[in-house]
Nanobody, 125 residues
């Protein structure tokens, strides 16, 4: 069984920073990419960022580009999302996801094979 565990969420004032972590554990599987998504109340889950596990190439949603940074530590089986200059509209539950093979997109939730349970990020104005 594969498990993804997010941590690092919390309450922060606008302009502040948070760093989310996602630990991959369980049985061995092909780690092709890791993505971060978020879902606000009443809204669909949306893409935030993705990273190719082996090469490190990164992809960002326009809404977070320049403010968020995705990274990973292969040895620790852990991915990170550094979030700076946070805005109230960044408030959501943040999920990490693992993709075992490229299926034409990094930004579509359905291509990801495994998901964490999410961590709440709340940005106050």
């Amino acid at each position: 069984q594969v498990q993804l565990g997010e941590s690092g969420g919390g309450l922060v004032q606008a302009g502040g920073s948070l760093r989310l972590s996602c630990v991959l554990s369980g049985r061995t599987f092909n780690r092709y990419a890791m993505g971060w998504f978020r879902q606000a109340p009443g809204k669909e889950r949306e893409f935030v960022a993705a990273i190719i596990w082996s090469g490190g190439a990164t992809y960002y949603a326009d809404s977070v580009n320049g403010r968020f940074t995705i990274s990973r530590d292969v040895a620790k089986n852990t991915g990170y999302l550094q979030m700076n200059s946070l805005k109230p509209e960044d408030t959501a539950v943040y999920y990490c996801a693992a993709d075992t093979a490229y299926r034409g997109s990094y930004a579509t939730p359905r291509v990801y094979d495994y998901w964490g349970r999410g961590t709440q990020v709340t940005v106050s104005s």
